[in-house]
């Protein structure tokens, strides 16, 4: 069958223009049963959406009408070019489909090129030539040939950018800017070098293996011939005796790569030649002796090093991250090019000499998370090339250096755990700062006014600061002419249990009047004030586990997402009008706010889209259609709803759901809805998925009038932002059916079920958004069998709903069209990145384990 089936993914916070993640393009005699196989139950089994047609065995020679929307609505094709992939009509038609929208709709293309070469692709040669020679006889001057040969070798111009499975002749590749080495090229070089001397390694140029090199470094047989030894032991393999002049003849050694080797003895020198040691768990106390003049890269992190010697001019990394015998970093002005330094995790490290913060102008990176002894760090920063400084944990540290210049290039500033009372005003000169971490800084009070100065700072976390009572700007300094401006325009603000009741974060916040996500959860706050609502780009707050706050005087106008579970004390929310007065509002998650009193947020069915949980027991009144549920532990229910004159389905501008639920550990429930026949299917992936609740809550929901405009479409449409898909039929009647559902079993047992639908003005109505009760025409169903529920799948050869939630490869062949519509709807849409990511890991696992027959 057709495995066409339309699914979406989604998610409380993410919306995706597509309908797919993928598109798999393949020809099915070459790879249906072997890599393709192989690749869609990966894919699927990582939740990334992907479309796959198996009804080869049923196609023409025209391409299915079916599968152009599906490619169309797939943000990445990966192209399977098989021996035979040309063979078929079908397959050309869809690269040139595929190629269409790389180019109308950017989409993005990934080649697989499967025991093929990508130059008998781009020249045609080969069995590419033979088949296109084949179509030119029977097309016979037809457009379309040179349309897919012109398709052909645009795709096989993208070859190196991918993933290229046992193409030998291939051998190197580019991905991401890096050159990459075939297995076979690697292998067959090593035995070239190998065949350079087979009795003996130690006169070889490079050693790999592990024997050789233990052989080479205890017997002391190297030779000037050797110039690099890259080698990875065995973890459980046995300890080599280490030879005091064990590099003392290989005077040409530039290279020294060494893994999971356990050593024993001295070594008294290396060879002054070389350019990269890279030892970890180097057993040596110190270094060894050699001038170093050429030493480019120097790791020996988990080492037993004590002291650093550091005296390399050329140097430009140096790792020594978890070495916790080094107590000091000493003068560094040896080393003026050095670029990166790592020292996180040397527990016993105390002092980091002045002239790292002075002298280093190369300096990029600089890590010292972890040094819980740290007291010392340089008093001055001058470091113009630092992108990113990160001294997190570093809980004896309290002091933060002077800025003596500008630094326009540092992005990051992580300060989580260290014991810093206050910033430095100079602060004000890290200009090109986009986030800065203070975390658990228990002692920090206060932030400098110069914080209002960085125009690029959007992100500043202060969590878990209980003493924290000023931010930086009292009221008379804004109107001083102070500057006040960031030009983030979606500034994250994060306060999570850090002492509010007695600080003025929001009176004088002037600055942050771009301020868009706000997270105060488990802080101290009695109450949010009303100087909130003049945060106009404010979308997101979160007040989870405030449970000193009592009320909630107004919300930000732009508001969409407001969590406030285990508010315990909290009573009131802000007033709203008879015209909704938030119009963006999406959720409000209340869970265990027991005292809360919903007032007339419950008494107006006509509001936007908004989605909410909260402590109760009972259905809201003006429910049309409510149903008491009687068998106990029911994860199912079902309405059955006719439509009663003069009303018609197309008089509906909105639906309400609502359900009462039993204390759950997660919350997880969907909701499908359905149009005589045709499926309509919406995956309710609720903001209160995580919220633990310990007594009965109602989960309320309303589908907007937009949403409800696809009631009355008579075509296949992706859906909306929030993820409603279906298929439509001609034969359209006014009767819906309305079925709430746990998304794993026993995630939700349902106690009472509503369904509320609201009409436009009819003409013999004068009211305006009326919802009419039609008690007489509904029918409820409890746990009704599955195979009933199959049974009403599209007359279109859509998807049946299903119990199932998971991938079983066992079922790949009968099931992967309903597993893979699903299971998508239950995640994130993948990134490009994570997909390419995934299809060279895919790649290393095929060959590794020799999938091919």
Request: with cysteine; net charge negative; glycine share 4%.
């Amino acid at each position: 069958m057709s495995l066409s089936t339309i699914s979406s993914s989604s998610s409380s916070s993410i919306t995706s223009p597509w309908l797919y993640d993928v598109f798999l393009s393949f020809r099915g005699e070459d790879t249906r049963d072997t890599l393709t196989a192989h690749l869609y139950h990966a894919l699927i089994q990582k939740g990334i959406r992907t479309f796959i047609d198996d009804d080869e065995v049923k196609r023409g020679d025209e391409i299915s009408t079916k599968l152009l929307p599906a490619i169309e609505d797939s943000r990445i094709s990966i192209i399977i070019l098989s021996k035979n992939y040309a063979s078929s009509t079908w397959c050309l038609d869809e690269l040139v489909k595929i190629l269409e929208c790389k180019k109308s709709k950017q989409q993005i293309v990934l080649p697989v090129f499967y025991h093929v070469d990508p130059s008998d692709i781009r020249h045609q040669r080969g069995t590419f030539g033979e088949v296109l020679a084949k179509h030119a006889e029977k097309l016979n001057g037809d457009m379309k040939l040179q349309m897919w040969k012109t398709a052909l070798q645009e795709v096989a111009n993208l070859s190196g950018d991918h993933l290229i499975i046992n193409g030998e002749k291939c051998l190197i590749s580019e991905l991401n800017g890096k050159l990459q080495m075939h297995d076979l090229l690697r292998d067959m070089g090593r035995e070239v070098v190998r065949q350079q001397s087979h009795e003996k390694p130690g006169a070889r140029s490079r050693l790999f293996n592990h024997e050789d090199v233990r052989d080479v470094l205890e017997e002391d047989t190297g030779t000037e011939n050797v110039q690099a030894i890259v080698v990875d032991f065995p973890e459980d393999d046995d300890m080599i005796r280490l030879s005091s002049k064990a590099f003392k003849k290989m005077k040409r050694l530039r290279l020294f790569r060494c893994r999971n080797a356990r050593f024993y003895g001295e070594l008294k020198s290396l060879p002054n030649g070389i350019r990269v040691l890279d030892w970890p768990k180097c057993p040596l106390q110190s270094l060894p002796q050699f001038h170093g003049d050429r030493l480019v890269i120097l790791r020996m992190p988990f080492s037993l090093i004590q002291e650093i010697r550091l005296e390399f001019k050329n140097l430009t990394v140096m790792d020594f991250r978890g070495c916790e015998f080094i107590t000091k970093l000493s003068d560094i002005s040896s080393c003026p090019n050095l670029m990166k330094i790592n020292l996180s995790y040397c527990k016993n490290l105390v002092e980091v000499h002045d002239s790292v913060g002075l002298i280093l102008d190369k300096l990029v990176y600089l890590r010292l998370n972890g040094c819980f002894n740290l007291k010392s760090f340089p008093r001055r920063l001058q470091l113009r090339s630092m992108g990113f400084l990160d001294l997190s944990d570093c809980s004896s540290l309290q002091n933060f250096p002077e800025i003596e210049c500008e630094l326009e290039i540092l992005r990051e500033v992580h300060l989580r755990g260290t014991a810093i009372e206050e910033l430095p005003s100079s602060i004000g000169y890290l200009t090109g700062l986009e986030s800065l971490v203070l975390g658990s800084c228990v002692n920090l009070k206060r932030l400098p006014s110069s914080i209002h100065q960085l125009r690029s700072l959007g992100w500043i976390e202060l969590n878990d600061c209980p003493n924290i009572i000023s931010f930086g700007m009292e009221e008379e300094e804004v109107h001083n002419g102070q500057p006040t401006n960031s030009t983030t325009s979606n500034f994250h603000l994060f306060l999570t249990n850090s002492g509010l009741s007695k600080s003025n974060f929001l009176e004088p916040f002037h600055f942050f009047s771009k301020l868009g996500y706000l997270d105060l959860s488990g802080s101290d706050i009695v109450s949010i004030p009303s100087s909130i609502k003049t945060y106009v780009r404010l979308w997101y707050v979160s007040l989870n586990d405030c449970k000193q706050l009592q009320d909630i005087k107004e919300f930000p106008p732009n508001l969409k997402v407001v969590s406030a579970s285990g508010c315990i004390s909290l009573e009131s929310l802000p007033e709203i009008s008879k015209e909704f007065n938030f119009p963006r509002l999406e959720w409000i998650g209340l869970a265990r706010c027991y005292k809360v009193n919903m007032g007339n947020w419950m008494s107006n069915p006509a509001w936007n889209q908004v989605e909410m949980i909260f402590p109760g027991k009972k259905i809201p009144d003006w429910f049309s259609y409510c149903k008491e549920i009687t068998i106990s532990n029911s994860d199912w229910c079902e309405f059955d709803i006719k439509v009663a004159p003069p009303y018609n389905l197309d008089d509906i501008i909105g639906i309400a759901f609502c359900a009462v639920i039993e204390p759950v550990a997660t919350i997880e429930l969907e909701v499908y809805i359905m149009r005589g026949d045709t499926f309509f299917s919406r995956y309710w992936d609720t903001r209160a998925a995580f919220d633990e609740i310990d007594s009965d809550h109602v989960w309320l929901r309303y589908l907007t009038t937009e949403d409800i405009t696809h009631l009355r479409v008579v075509s296949v449409d992706q859906g909306d932002d929030q993820g409603i898909i279906f298929e439509s039929t001609p034969n359209l009647v006014d009767n819906l059916r309305i079925i709430f559902e746990s998304s794993d079993p026993n995630s939700v047992i349902f106690k009472r079920c509503g369904v509320h639908l609201l009409y436009k003005q009819h003409e013999q109505n004068a009211e305006d958004h009326v919802g009419v009760p039609h008690h007489e025409n509904i029918d409820v169903h409890l746990n009704a069998p599955i195979e009933d529920i199959g049974n009403l799948a599209n007359p279109m050869g859509g998807s049946q709903l299903s119990k199932r939630r998971r991938v079983d490869y066992d079922d790949y062949k009968d099931d992967h069209n309903i597993e893979s519509n699903l299971y998508a709807q239950q995640r994130k849409p993948a990134s490009t990145l994570e997909i390419e990511l995934f299809l060279r890991d895919f790649n290393t696992w095929y060959r590794k384990y020799n999938l091919d027959p």
